[in-house]
Structures are given as structure tokens and as C-alpha cells.
């Protein structure tokens, strides 16, 4: 019994990955309040928040664009957010962020039928058009790019978070 306890032990111990080695492994479900927690697990750092949805024609040629953006730019947090309005539709969202480079980003997807409700939390005046993205500097200056983003504009965007004050 002893031994079994020290092999369990020793296991938990040295084999268990370190603490913050992990990918993320899952979507994160997208309900009331979850914007905020957003907000405030970001506060400070520059953040794109990527709205996106699976059956988003436009989003399916921007995601590998953005999957390469994250990589190349390790020091701004990636959040996508699938704002699809067909529901249940997690498995096909995995497989986009997998083959675009963004599961290892922050994924959400939109989880309370009253997608209305999500939206106005975010931006009362958004009326959920897909694609959309969110520039929040460290500062929470927002800047909000309705449509395809383009690549150059993200960049000069990163340049300027990191640019000598």
C-alpha cells in the first residue's frame, strides 16, 4: 500500500507539467460578465481581441493571418472570441483555431442564446458584424477595426505599444 502511495506521489510531483507550461485546452464559454473578466485579465498589457465566426467566409482567410501575427509578436495577448450566431458549434471552432495557429491563443466562444446581450456588453453600438477586432493598448485606449484587419495595421499598432514614451 506504501509503495503504491510513494509511486502516486512521485508521479503527481515529477511527472506533472509545470504551472503555466500548459496550452490552453478549451474554449472558454463566453456569458454575462465574461467581458469584464477579460478586461481585467488583460489590464495593462497591449491585447487584440479577434471576433471571428465559424461560418464567416472573410474570417476563415484572416485567421491564419492572424495565427501568424501571434506567433511572430509573442508580446501581444491574442484573444479570439467565435461571436458565431449558429449555436453549438465548438468542435468546428477547435478545428479552425487549431489549423490557423490560434489554439494556443485565448479562445472564447459566444455561450448564452441571447447573443444581443453579449454584443451590448462589449459595444452598445455593435450590431455583430463578424469579423471585427480590438486593439486594447496598455493604456485601455481602444481601437476597433470593422471587417478584415490588415496585417500592416496591426503591426504599426504593435510598434507603437512598445515604442520608447
Known amino acids: ?6 509511486a502516486a506521489i512521485f508521479f503527481a510531483v ?24 477579460l478586461l481585467r485579465s488583460h489590464a495593462g498589457r ?6 471571428w465566426g465559424v461560418t464567416c467566409g472573410p474570417c476563415k482567410v484572416e485567421l491564419p493571418l492572424l495565427g501568424k501575427f501571434m506567433k511572430e509578436h509573442a508580446n501581444i495577448d491574442v484573444v479570439t472570441i467565435s461571436a458565431d450566431l449558429v449555436p453549438d458549434l ?38 455583430g458584424d463578424i469579423p471585427r477586432t480590438l486593439l486594447i493598448a496598455r493604456d485601455g485606449t481602444v481601437t476597433t477595426i470593422e471587417g478584415s484587419a490588415e496585417i500592416p495595421d496591426l503591426e504599426q499598432w504593435s510598434a507603437q505599444q512598445f515604442a520608447a514614451k
Not at 497591449?46 to 471576433?51: G, R
Request: charged content about 25%.
Open 14 to 37: 515529477f511527472l506533472a507539467p509545470a504551472p503555466g507550461s500548459e496550452k490552453p485546452s478549451q474554449l472558454k464559454p463566453f456569458v454575462r460578465g465574461s467581458w469584464q473578466e
Open 90 to 127: 465548438p468542435g468546428a471552432t477547435r478545428g479552425m483555431l487549431e489549423k490557423s495557429g490560434l489554439w494556443p491563443a485565448e479562445n472564447w466562444i459566444f455561450s448564452d442564446g441571447f447573443v444581443e446581450r453579449l454584443r451590448f456588453e462589449i459595444d452598445p453600438a455593435w450590431q
Open 46 to 51: 497591449p491585447t487584440l481581441v479577434h471576433f
Open 1 to 6: 500500500m506504501r509503495r503504491h502511495l510513494l
